[in-house]
């Protein structure tokens, strides 16, 4: 089967200028924070499990993750690529999702996201999702790595013999991968919350927290939680001068979500302001008008609405027309966060696409906007900024 095209105005022609329309169906997109998809064939519950972002348990019995606005816009935009009627039932999906192998879908969905570039984070899934080169080849695109810092420390924290190496190795580590990683990532979010103490720790305070880290945990279980430890691999990152995408908001519910508003980091941000690396907000659902003020008020920084939007579905444009309250349009970015299943690839694209389409359309129609300036507003959001941001070519 060959990769087939979405019609992702169907329904809306009225609504969206042609020229719009246009200009959006044909963008080459850079996803700019993405994951690998799965190696191997899955079963329905990790299916369903993979469109339920905030439980890591199984579905349970009394119902089914298709009947969520995620699940109805699988059914509605991936469906007809998969040779079955828009709506399609969740059953007849997935029946005939589970007679093709991994990838063939690849190869069906991935090129119909028209992404040309992706940024991906290889950190975590390591054993269950494709590689980024798998993730370049199956769709024609380029791709390029984020660096995850906990993960980083971990490693490094593994093979110190003495806890007064650790500071001088995590330098030396952030130095070596700056020189051909897009840019680093750090899930403080997830480990301690951003409301921590942001200001930059003394070589001695981090080799004191380490030594703690390693005296009460084994080496083969070593989780970076300590604020002090996640503040250096922060400020030993943005000195390097690369990008660095921090996740805000919607997550699992192994993080504390009222501990993730971007709000939180206004002391790092004023102390970064003049280091000369962007700071990327990630996701920031449901925190995306804070992440728009920030955005307005700090040069280098910068946030998307991804995971959102495959999240929300049917609702993802009233999230993209929140996002474009008082953000600079050179500061907001375009990412799917997909991860694992190339439904999620596919759909971060096609719902972006639509939702930009009718959020600009709509100001276009009314006379607020022209035309040429929605055009050129998207093509800054779906790949320009990016390219700018991470020194793509
Ligand atoms: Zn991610």
Not at 67 to 72: A, K, R, T, V, Y
Not at 76 to 103: E, F, I, K
Not at 223 to 247: E, K, M, Y
Not at 259 to 271: E, I
Request: proline fraction near 5%; glycine fraction near 6%; hydrophobic fraction near 45%.
């Amino acid at each position: 089967m060959t990769s087939g095209t979405v019609d992702v105005f169907a329904g809306v022609e009225h609504e969206v200028p042609s020229m719009l329309r246009e200009a959006l169906t044909g963008l080459e997109l850079v996803d700019h924070h993405v994951h690998g998809t799965y190696a191997d064939d899955i079963t329905r519950n990790v299916f369903e499990q993979s469109i339920n972002e905030g439980s890591p348990d199984p579905v349970p019995a009394f119902m089914s993750m298709f009947d969520s606005q995620l699940g109805f816009a699988i059914r509605r935009w991936v469906a007809p690529l998969l040779g079955l009627a828009p709506h399609a039932s969740a059953d007849q999906y997935w029946t005939r999702r589970a007679s093709m192998s991994s990838q063939e879908l690849d190869s069906l969905l991935l090129p119909a996201a028209r992404v040309t570039g992706w940024i991906v984070d290889e950190s975590i899934g390591l054993d269950a999702l494709r590689s980024p080169g798998d993730l370049a080849s199956a769709s024609g695109a380029d791709s390029n790595r984020l660096v995850r810092l906990e993960r980083l420390a971990e490693s490094v924290a593994a093979e110190c013999a003495d806890p007064a190496e650790f500071v001088d190795r995590v330098r030396a580590a952030v130095a070596a991968e700056s020189a051909d990683a897009a840019g680093f990532k750090s899930i403080a979010a997830y480990r301690c919350g951003l409301d921590i103490d942001w200001s930059r720790p003394s070589d001695d305070a981090v080799t004191a927290a380490v030594s703690a880290w390693l005296r009460t945990t084994p080496a083969d279980r070593l989780r970076t939680v300590d604020p002090v430890i996640i503040a250096f691999l922060v400020h030993s990152a943005v000195d390097r001068g690369r990008p660095l995408q921090l996740h805000i908001g919607l997550g699992d519910r192994d993080l504390d979500l009222d501990r993730t508003n971007p709000l939180h980091l206004l002391p790092l941000l004023r102390s970064t302001a003049e280091s000369g690396s962007a700071v990327m907000l990630l996701h920031c659902w449901p925190f995306h008008r804070e992440a728009g003020y920030l955005a307005q008020a700090f040069d280098h920084v910068h946030f998307d609405i991804g995971l959102a939007i495959n999240f929300v579905g049917a609702q993802s444009a009233q999230v993209v027309r929140e996002s474009f309250e008082v953000a600079p349009f050179a500061k907001q970015l375009y990412s799917s966060d997909a991860y694992g299943l190339p439904e999620l690839h596919l759909l971060g694209s096609v719902l972006w696409r639509r939702s930009m389409g009718l959020a600009l359309g709509e100001w276009v129609r009314r006379g607020d906007w022209s035309a040429d300036d929605a055009v050129r507003v998207a093509q800054m959001i779906g790949a320009e900024n990016a390219r700018r941001v991470y020194t793509l070519r």
